[in-house]
T-cell receptor, first 114, second 117 residues
Framework: GDSVTQMEGPVTLSEEAFLTINCTYT??????LFWYVQYPGEGLQLLLK???ADDKGSNKGFEATYRKETTSFHLEKGSVQVSDSAVYFC?????????????WGAGTKLIIKP | EAGVAQSPRYKIIEKRQSVAFWCNPISGHATLYWYQQILGQGPKLLIQ????????DSQLPKDRFSAERLKGVDSTLKIQPAKLEDSAVYLC???????????????FGPGTRLTVL
């Protein structure tokens, strides 16, 4: 079945450091890919998404490129801030799934130190 | 545009008691989801509605959990009786539910944090 694998956390960085959170997937069809973020005590928010190969999703300084050849959707940010501390979830939606449900990664906790 | 609303935000109950959670999706969204999120894990889908019909409830523990979506808008999730392992955050999400569209985005409410003692 479909699956999403994320790098294990926590990831601890200093402010202004470069961030990469790895995400790879397996899917039957040609999925749409999502990054959601969950700030402490809050629900999940869509951060960005990409729906076809080579698409780049971007928001709030974060970027991720849909790489079909490596089945990856790594999240990057050039200069992180303390306010970026949160849990980040990679997810996919497979058009071969008639219910279009999201398949979730386990989440990666990001801690940014001032 | 108003987001997904959930209430209560927090609930503490004793085991074997019952509890209910309420969700109001974004206006016009046909699909509604209930998820259970245990601390340190990703969300687990409990039930998915399309309008007022159930699309998938395969992971809903039906001996104790029930959910309904009257008139295809608001939804209620109930647990009766609660067990210690039900302690989690219960998230409601909604999406437009456009048929045949895997790009459909799910929008989440703030969640209800349930503690069962």
């Amino acid at each position: 079945g479909d699956s999403v694998t994320q790098m294990e956390g926590p990831v601890t960085l200093s402010e202004e450091a470069f961030l990469t959170i790895n995400c790879t997937y397996t899917a039957t069809g040609y999925p749409s890919l999502f990054w959601y973020v969950q700030y402490p005590g809050e629900g999940l928010q869509l951060l960005l998404k990409a729906t076809k190969a080579d698409d780049k999703g971007s928001n709030k300084g974060f970027e991720a490129t849909y790489r079909k050849e490596t089945t990856s959707f790594h999240l990057e940010k050039g200069s992180v801030q303390v306010s970026d501390s949160a849990v980040y979830f990679c997810a996919l939606s497979d058009p071969m799934d008639s219910n279009y449900q999201l398949i979730w990664g386990a989440g990666t906790k990001l801690i940014i130190k001032p | 545009e108003a987001g997904v609303a959930q209430s209560p935000r927090y609930k503490i109950i004793e085991k074997r008691q019952s509890v209910a959670f309420w969700c109001n999706p974004i206006s016009g969204h046909a699909t509604l989801y209930w998820y259970q999120q245990i601390l340190g894990q990703g969300p687990k889908l409990l039930i998915q509605f399309q309008n007022n019909g159930v699309v998938d409830d395969s992971q809903l523990p039906k001996d104790r959990f029930s959910a309904e979506r009257l008139k295809g808008v608001d939804s209620t999730l109930k647990i009766q009786p609660a067990k210690l392992e039900d302690s989690a955050v219960y998230l409601c999400a909604s999406s437009l539910g456009v048929s045949g569209l895997s790009t459909d985005t799910q929008y989440f409410g703030p969640g209800t944090r349930l503690t069962v003692l």
